[in-house]
Structure formats: structure tokens, C-alpha cells
């Protein structure tokens, strides 16, 4: 068997679960990114 074959039929036997009820609590249909921060390192460059 091709390695292919092997990697489609891993795919179809662990189908996606999409189960989970759309959040409608605002308004853009899409999923909001979630928020990183960035950290500033080394010497301040304003001073």
C-alpha cells in the first residue's frame, strides 16, 4: 500500500467533530483570534 493511501485512510477513519453549537452572542461569523500580548525585551528605545 502507498504511503497516500495509508494517510487517506487514517483521515477517514478520525472524521472532524463538528458538534458544537455556533455561538451567536456576536455579531461577525467569524471566530475571534485569541488575544496575545507583546512583551517588550531589552533597553527601552524612548529614553
Sequence with gaps: MAKGQMHNNKMAKKPKKD??????????????????????RGKDKNK
Design 19 to 40: 458538534t458544537s453549537p455556533p455561538k451567536e452572542g456576536h455579531g461577525s461569523d467569524r471566530p475571534m483570534p485569541p488575544v496575545t500580548a507583546v512583551i517588550p
